[in-house]
């Protein structure tokens, strides 16, 4: 049936059509669901700008606040580093939000300082209503109204600040988890210092009318008809094979493609070596053995078998018959002794026996007592002991990196597997624009 069905080509056709529209609805799913994570994370920021929720004051508690001061975003840990004579200025832009986009935000950042930028200082921050506040061993403040240009590290979890009053530009370097909490809380803060909180409100709702409009369409369906030949799969294949993927740089095209031809080159001259077939190569060698094996002698690699027993009688010299040597029966041991059903004795192997320190997240350096959540002051971590967190602290997305709508569920707290941190546990659906649920986060047992 199969090579009537290759013969024909109609059963190979319909299979490739079928495998085509599995892999167009796969990468629609994918496409899907990050435009649907896009579009929460924009529905969240538009409503955090029309109504802040200000962060408690107790949770800053090295923090003074003055009359009329809230504040908006905070961080326990954060590096202060400065560029003194560095000959490379970053592009600094007025305080605006013109070019804001979720790209500010989001991107695989490197989370060290760059080398050639010292780190003067470290400590929390925070931003309120009226100034960026570091609390370290020397603090600094930045006054919004004072502040003259900012620049985002689009690599880096960086951001240069720099005011009116004269000193030298100075940079902050977060945690990863922190940068779009910090970077859009500062935005919203200058924004509102200059009075055009409502501009940026309208800003955020063009761009979530504009991500509208991009919600990827269900794919055409592959009709067997469009099904490559299979001259067209191999020429294919071998040209992804010597070129590499789509999009590849020069470089890489010229290494992959010297790579296939040298090994081609090479398993060719390892095939052409000696032409004669490996039964042929197998007799020949079985003879030259057999050659320098002396007469009487064993052959290498045979090991000697006692002498079979006789059945015939021995006759003696008189003429009497002597009974031969009687066979006594053999058994040969087991090779192993799970083969006499005998319990498996493990072979020594030099490899410890039982679970590996550090495999199970408690023994991880640095993270013993939590099992890899931030550090933070309320004790929250993301081990098997302790109560599930169904009423967080206030100041909890200073620390974990909420997802949007985080304070508008009504579950536990549950860390999605972008590593995000929902309120939606213990409800159907939980971080479905998230990749799912990973672990529960739990507090003081």
């Not at 020397?138 to 979890?157: C, N, Q, S, Y």
């Not at 600040?161 to 945690?175: H, Q, R, W």
């Not at 200059?194 to 009709?223: C, I, K, N, V, Y």
């Not at 053999?330 to 493990?346: K, L, N």
């Amino acid at each position: 049936m199969a090579t009537s069905m290759i013969s024909n080509g109609s059963g190979w056709r319909t299979g490739w059509a079928r495998r085509e529209n599995a892999r167009r609805k796969r990468a629609h799913d994918a496409a899907t669901s990050v435009w649907a994570r896009t579009d929460a994370e924009l529905r969240g920021m538009v409503a955090a700008v029309r109504a802040a929720r200000p962060v408690s004051a107790e949770q800053v508690p090295w923090l003074i606040l003055r009359r009329g001061e809230s504040v908006l975003w905070h961080s326990p840990g954060v590096r202060l580093v400065t560029r003194h004579d560095h000959p490379e200025r970053p592009a600094l832009r007025p305080p605006g939000f013109a070019d804001f986009t979720l790209s500010q935000l989001t991107g695989a950042f490197v989370d060290h300082a760059p080398s050639q930028f010292p780190v003067l200082d470290s400590g929390p921050l925070a931003i309120t209503t009226m100034r960026v506040a570091f609390g370290g061993a020397r603090p600094r403040d930045w006054i919004h109204v004072r502040v003259l240009g900012v620049a985002h590290d689009p690599r880096r979890t960086l951001t240069w600040l720099e005011d009116t009053s004269g000193s030298d530009l100075t940079g902050l370097v977060l945690d990863p988890y922190a940068v779009a909490g910090f970077r859009f809380a500062l935005t919203l803060a200058l924004a509102d210092a200059g009075g055009r909180r409502q501009s940026f409100a309208e800003h955020l709702e063009r761009l979530l009318a504009a991500h509208q409009r991009t919600r990827p369409g269900p794919p055409p369906d592959a009709d067997p008809e469009e099904a490559p030949t299979p001259a067209q799969v191999l020429l294919g294949g071998m040209r992804k094979l010597c070129l590499g993927p789509a999009g590849a740089s020069v470089a890489r095209r010229t290494v992959q493609c010297a790579t296939v031809v040298a090994a081609t080159l090479m398993l060719a001259t390892m095939a052409l070596a000696d032409p004669r077939p490996a039964a042929s190569l197998s007799a020949a060698g079985s003879a030259r053995e057999r050659a320098v094996v002396p007469p009487g002698s064993t052959p290498p690699g045979v090991v000697d078998a006692p002498p079979a027993a006789s059945t015939a009688p021995a006759t003696g010299p008189e003429g009497t018959v002597r009974p031969g040597p009687t066979a006594v029966p053999t058994t040969a041991a087991p090779a192993h002794p799970a083969a006499s059903g005998g319990a498996r004795v493990p072979e020594p192997s030099g490899q410890p026996v039982g679970p590996v320190p550090g495999q199970d997240g408690l023994m991880t350096a640095g993270v013993g007592t939590r099992c890899g959540a931030p550090l933070n002051p309320y004790g929250y971590h993301y081990c098997a002991s302790g109560l599930p967190v169904g009423d967080p602290a206030p100041g909890v997305c200073g620390y974990f990196r909420c997802a949007p709508g985080f304070w508008s569920d009504t579950g536990f707290m549950v860390q999605c597997r972008d590593d995000s941190v929902s309120m939606a546990g213990g409800r159907p659906g939980a971080c479905a624009l998230h990749r799912g649920v990973l672990r529960v986060v739990r507090g003081a047992p």
